[in-house]
């Protein structure tokens, strides 16, 4: 039976009390002569009857209610997303990257140990870096020059500048000629330092790359042979170099064997990775990162959130023992909205 209207102005007066005039329950129930447990059974009442509204405002140019569902959905200690248009790659890439940079601020302490990886959307990173703790900066992986000649060492460069903190690089290419010349580099002294260092790697920021052509650096730099080649053991992206199966799991392929940069052993060990990742088409891969435990934080956009989200839904309801096999299930759920040709990671 509805609220008569004697009830409706009772609980109007409950809930303005309470809501607009910040009184508590025990408050009003001794201006009315009433219990606090009835007080709030009136409040329970006056939003089940449409007296009260409550709506959950997301500040301008995020979205913070994909970033909860993701939180939710994945078990994600840090998700953001923003609100901005595919359309512009370079400008999200940045914009990305400065809010990558207020998420680390947000959980780096001086007593922290940050790795920085290669990839193109940490960027930004290095623009708001003067709000990070002075705390040693390491880099994560070898260099891999962007077209806009940016690499991992000026990134670990920049941030330590700003920040105060202490830098541990490298010079060494990310990805290595053959498995013999990987094996050189990484028995070179500053290489295993940094290999040292990295397991005491407390928060890092990686990108995620989808193992097609135009959606990863790394696949765009290698040759034909070794991107077929990891396709057929199962590759469907990277993060920061590690190659990955639609479920998460590390891949040892030739190219892997040439990667000098954190394994994906290490990443799960780190007890707070940020992934920075854009491009609705990257949803598999982002998918696969965050069910193999190897980040546990994303800054992305609403494209990819939205995405994400349906490919997590496509390979639920078609499972590990489906015809077609969850990778395939998610990247049926993905439309990529934009030419791959400006996603590159």
């Given at each position: 039976?509805?609220?008569?209207?004697?009830?409706?102005?009772?609980?109007?007066?409950?809930?303005?009390?309470?809501?607009?005039?910040?009184?508590?329950?025990?408050?009003?129930?001794?201006?009315?002569?009433?219990?606090?447990?009835?007080?709030?059974?009136?409040?329970?009442?006056?939003?089940?009857?449409?007296?009260?509204?409550?709506?959950?405002?997301?500040?301008?140019?995020?979205?913070?209610?994909?970033?909860?569902?993701?939180?939710?959905?994945?078990?994600?200690?840090?998700?953001?997303?923003?609100?901005?248009?595919?359309?512009?790659?370079?400008?999200?890439?940045?914009?990305?990257?400065?809010?990558?940079?207020?998420?680390?601020?947000?959980?780096?302490?001086?007593?922290?140990?940050?790795?920085?990886?290669?990839?193109?959307?940490?960027?930004?990173?290095?623009?708001?870096?003067?709000?990070?703790?002075?705390?040693?900066?390491?880099?994560l992986t070898g260099?891999?020059?962007?077209?806009?000649?940016?690499?991992?060492?000026?990134?670990?460069?920049?941030?330590?500048?700003?920040?105060?903190?202490?830098?541990?690089?490298?010079?060494?290419?990310?990805?290595?000629?053959?498995?013999?010349?990987?094996?050189?580099?990484?028995?070179?002294?500053?290489?295993?330092?940094?290999?040292?260092?990295?397991?005491?790697?407390?928060?890092?920021?990686?990108?995620?790359?989808?193992?097609?052509?135009?959606?990863?650096?790394?696949?765009?730099?290698?040759?034909?042979?070794?991107?077929?080649?990891?396709?057929?053991?199962?590759?469907?992206?990277?993060?920061?170099?590690?190659?990955?199966?639609?479920?998460?799991?590390?891949?040892?392929?030739p190219l892997s064997?040439?990667?000098?940069?954190?394994?994906?052993?290490?990443?799960?060990?780190?007890?707070?990775?940020?992934?920075?990742?854009?491009?609705?088409?990257?949803?598999?891969?982002?998918?696969?990162?965050?069910?193999?435990g190897l980040v546990?934080?994303?800054?992305?956009?609403?494209?990819?959130?939205?995405?994400?989200?349906?490919?997590?839904?496509?390979?639920?309801?078609?499972?590990?023992?489906?015809?077609?096999?969850?990778?395939?299930?998610?990247?049926?759920?993905?439309?990529?909205?934009?030419?791959?040709?400006?996603?590159?990671?």
């Amino acid at each position: 039976m509805p609220p008569t209207p004697t009830e409706h102005v009772l609980l109007a007066r409950v809930a303005r009390g309470y809501y607009l005039e910040d009184r508590s329950k025990s408050d009003i129930a001794d201006e009315l002569g009433i219990s606090r447990f009835r007080v709030a059974r009136l409040l329970e009442a006056a939003r089940r009857e449409g007296v009260v509204s409550i709506e959950v405002v997301s500040p301008p140019g995020y979205d913070t209610d994909l970033s909860v569902r993701l939180q939710q959905r994945f078990g994600l200690t840090k998700a953001v997303v923003v609100n901005a248009e595919e359309d512009q790659p370079d400008a999200l890439r940045d914009q990305l990257g400065l809010v990558a940079a207020d998420v680390l601020h947000d959980v780096v302490g001086r007593d922290d140990v940050l790795g920085l990886a290669w990839a193109r959307s940490l960027r930004g990173i290095g623009h708001s870096a003067n709000r990070l703790p002075a705390c040693p900066v390491v880099q994560l992986t070898g260099a891999l020059p962007g077209p806009d000649g940016s690499d991992v060492l000026e990134l670990v460069r920049r941030v330590t500048r700003a920040s105060g903190g202490t830098p541990h690089v490298f010079y060494a290419p990310l990805v290595a000629p053959d498995a013999a010349s990987a094996r050189t580099l990484r028995r070179q002294p500053e290489v295993a330092r940094a290999a040292e260092l990295a397991s005491r790697v407390t928060v890092a920021a990686v990108g995620i790359g989808a193992w097609q052509a135009k959606l990863s650096t790394i696949f765009d730099a290698v040759e034909p042979e070794a991107r077929r080649r990891a396709r057929e053991l199962g590759a469907v992206g990277e993060i920061s170099g590690v190659l990955v199966d639609a479920a998460g799991r590390p891949l040892v392929t030739p190219l892997s064997r040439r990667i000098i940069g954190v394994t994906g052993e290490q990443l799960r060990e780190i007890r707070t990775v940020i992934s920075v990742a854009y491009g609705r088409a990257k949803a598999v891969a982002v998918l696969a990162a965050v069910r193999g435990g190897l980040v546990n934080g994303l800054v992305t956009h609403a494209g990819l959130a939205e995405a994400l989200l349906a490919a997590a839904d496509a390979a639920d309801l078609v499972g590990a023992a489906g015809p077609a096999g969850p990778a395939d299930a998610a990247a049926s759920a993905v439309s990529t909205g934009l030419d791959a040709d400006v996603l590159v990671d």
